[in-house]
Structure formats: structure tokens, C-alpha cells
Nanobody
Framework: QVQLVESGGGLVQAGGSLRLSCAAS????????MGWFRQAPGKEREFVAT????????YYADSVKGRFTISRDNAKNTVDLAMNSLEPEDTAVYYC????????????????????WGQGTQVTVSS
């Protein structure tokens, strides 16, 4: 079982920056691919970014490419999402997710690919 806790959300003006962090429990964190997703009011949950277990591979949604950066620290069991040039369209609850499978070097962009989810952190971008 993996428990995930997100932090770092808040209110920011358009053009500003935020850094989200996800802390994971357990000793298998470094063996799991991780992802960030978001859900805006009235919309389906959508993929944001993913990183492979060792951090060598990353993949981003087109809507955030060049503005967001995903990274992980396997010694601290954390995965971060640095968000720059934020836009009102980025307003959503952001969720951290972990894969069930271990020792996987690939990245995954579908929510069904992930077994464990955090409770989310709200990001609001004002215009």
C-alpha cells in the first residue's frame, strides 16, 4: 500500500509560479513511475505530467509543456511539479498518483495506469 500526500497548492496571479510536492509512504517509491493529474470543476480528470521510476524519462501534456517540470527525489520519497507561467486555465485540483507495478522505466499518461492517488491540492490562478 502506498499513501500519497500533496502540498503546495494555493492562489496565484496569472504569470506566477507554484511548486507542488507529493510525499509518498513506503520503501518502494523509487521503483514506481509517478504522475500528476488535475481536475477542473465540471471537467474530467486530465493528465499533466509523468516521470519514470528512476527519473530518467518524463512526459508532459501539450497544454503544460515548456511551463511545468516534474522531478523526483527518491531519497526523500517525493515527486514535485514546478509550475511556471501559470494561466487561469491551470486552475484545478492537482493529484499525485503512483503506479502499482514496480521496476518500470516507462512513463504513463492514463489515469487507469495508476493504482494509488493522493487527496489533491487546489491550485487557483487569477486573471
Amino acid at each position: 500500500q502506498v499513501q500519497l500526500v500533496e502540498s503546495g497548492g494555493g492562489l496565484v496571479q496569472a504569470g506566477g509560479s507554484l511548486r507542488l510536492s507529493c510525499a509518498a509512504s513506503g520503501r518502494t517509491f523509487s521503483s514506481r513511475a509517478m504522475g500528476w493529474f488535475r481536475q477542473a470543476p465540471g471537467k474530467e480528470r486530465e493528465f499533466v505530467a509523468t516521470i519514470s521510476s528512476a527519473g530518467g524519462n518524463t512526459y508532459y501534456a501539450d497544454s503544460v509543456k515548456g511551463r511545468f517540470t516534474i522531478s523526483r527525489d527518491n531519497a526523500k520519497n517525493t515527486v514535485d511539479l514546478a509550475m511556471n507561467s501559470l494561466e487561469p486555465e491551470d486552475t484545478a485540483v492537482y493529484y499525485c498518483a503512483a503506479r502499482q507495478a514496480l521496476y518500470d522505466t516507462r512513463t504513463y499518461s492514463r489515469s487507469n495506469d495508476y493504482a494509488y492517488w493522493g487527496q489533491g491540492t487546489q491550485v487557483t490562478v487569477s486573471s
